[in-house]
């Protein structure tokens, strides 16, 4: 579903990423993990249109997507989660879900999914009404993923979920992201540690100093 071969991506003179290259087949839960600075957010952002890239090539579906920008790309089905979140703080819980839905993909299926999202994470429909800036971190990472949601995805690219949470937290929210692979979607994830998440995906990238170094095709689901 997914292929990025041999992908530089340069801040200014700065090369970040070295000819990285991975693939995710439609299904798959894949984890690209690596520690703080060396590239994770960074080809993430390239893969789903937010950072150009200078050499290789990215194919979605088959299709390269080099030249689209992130809005043609979620029209396609390929919906990408901020590590930050980038919420609308001054906005409700359901005006935010809401916003995910403001193509014509999420539109088709937005009171359906709504339902869903509210179903996945009973605390956003409680809180449905409260304005955004007002939630707390676990809260903020599920009205994020739930935005993502909105967007109905085919594939669902997802940066650090579980950067700034209370312990007790991730696994809850780790698991909710497993369930995403559960009901058909495709997932890329992001994450620091091997450790959070090893016991359910399906491959595993290393990413170190901007370089893929590492690939484990293990099937870690059966450990």
Do not use: W
Request: aromatic letters at 8%; charged letters at 25%; glycine letters at 8%.
């Amino acid at each position: 579903m997914l292929n990025v071969q041999e992908a530089d991506v340069f801040y200014g003179d700065f090369h970040v990423i070295h000819r990285a290259s991975l693939e995710v087949n439609q299904g798959e839960l894949v984890a690209l993990i690596g520690a703080n600075g060396h590239g994770k957010s960074t080809l993430l952002k390239a893969i789903c249109g937010l950072v150009p890239f200078q050499h290789g090539d990215i194919y979605y579906k088959g299709e390269s997507i080099k030249a689209k920008d992130t809005t043609k790309l979620v029209g396609d089905g390929l919906v990408y989660v901020a590590e930050d979140r980038r919420l609308f703080p001054d906005m409700t819980v359901q005006e935010n879900l809401m916003l995910g839905a403001y193509l014509e993909r999420g539109r088709r299926r937005q009171f359906e999914t709504l339902e869903h999202v509210y179903t996945l994470y009973p605390r956003l429909q409680e809180r449905r009404s409260q304005l955004a800036r007002t939630l707390s971190g676990g809260e903020t990472q599920m009205l994020a993923l739930g935005r993502g949601l909105m967007s109905a995805p085919e594939l669902i690219a997802i940066d650090e979920p579980s950067l700034g949470l209370a312990p007790n937290l991730v696994a809850n929210m780790l698991n909710t992201i497993k369930s995403f692979k559960d009901e058909g979607l495709t997932v890329l994830l992001v994450e620091q540690s091997l450790f959070l998440i090893e016991s359910f995906v399906d491959k595993i990238y290393l990413l170190e100093e901007g370089v893929v170094s590492l690939y484990d095709d293990a099937d870690v689901t059966k450990k």
